[in-house]
C-alpha cells in the first residue's frame, strides 16, 4: 500500500526496517542496557534504516529492478466464510481451552507471583549453599 501511494521503493524498505525501532523495543532497550546505550542502539538503527533505503532506492534504481507501475490490487473488504474463517475458528477453541486448563492448574497466582521485581521478594529465604 505504501508503494502503490507513492512512497518511494527505498522508502518502503525503510519503513519495513523501522519496525525493529517501536517504542516496547526501545524501552526493552532502556532496562537492559541504560539510557545511553538506548540511544546508541536508536541512533545506529535509525541511520541504517536511513542508508538502506537511500542504498535499495540508488541501487534498484540503476538496475532498473523498480517496477514501472504501482497497480497493486486490494481484495475487497468483507464477511466471507472460507478457510481462514474456519480456522480462526479452530484457533479460538484451541485458546480457549488453554486458557482454562492454564487458570485450572494454578497459573493465574503463578503469574501474579511472577510479576514483581526482585526486590519485592527480599522476604524470600536466600537457599544457596556455600561450600567451604
Not at 54 to 61: H, I, K, M, R
Not at 68 to 78: D, E, L, T
Not at 124 to 131: A, E, N, V
Request: aromatic share 10%; glycine share 10%; net charge neutral.
Amino acid at each position: 500500500m505504501l508503494w502503490n501511494g507513492g512512497i518511494s521503493f527505498g522508502g518502503v524498505i525503510a519503513f519495513i526496517f523501522a519496525d525493529l525501532l517501536i517504542l516496547p523495543i526501545v524501552n526493552i532497550y532502556r532496562k537492559y542496557y541504560g539510557t545511553t546505550m538506548m540511544l546508541t542502539l536508536l541512533g545506529t538503527c535509525h541511520a541504517s534504516m536511513v542508508v538502506a533505503g537511500y542504498l535499495v532506492e540508488l541501487l534498484f534504481g540503476t538496475a532498473n529492478l523498480i517496477p514501472g507501475q504501482r497497480s497493486a490490487v486490494v481484495m475487497h473488504a468483507g464477511l466471507s466464510w472460507n478457510y481462514t474463517t474456519w480456522l480462526n475458528i479452530v484457533f479460538l477453541v484451541i485458546a480457549a481451552i488453554l486458557v482454562v486448563r492454564f487458570a485450572a492448574t494454578g497459573g493465574i497466582p503463578m503469574l501474579r507471583m511472577m510479576g514483581g521485581s526482585p526486590d519485592s521478594q527480599s522476604h524470600q529465604h536466600d537457599h544457596s549453599h556455600h561450600c567451604q
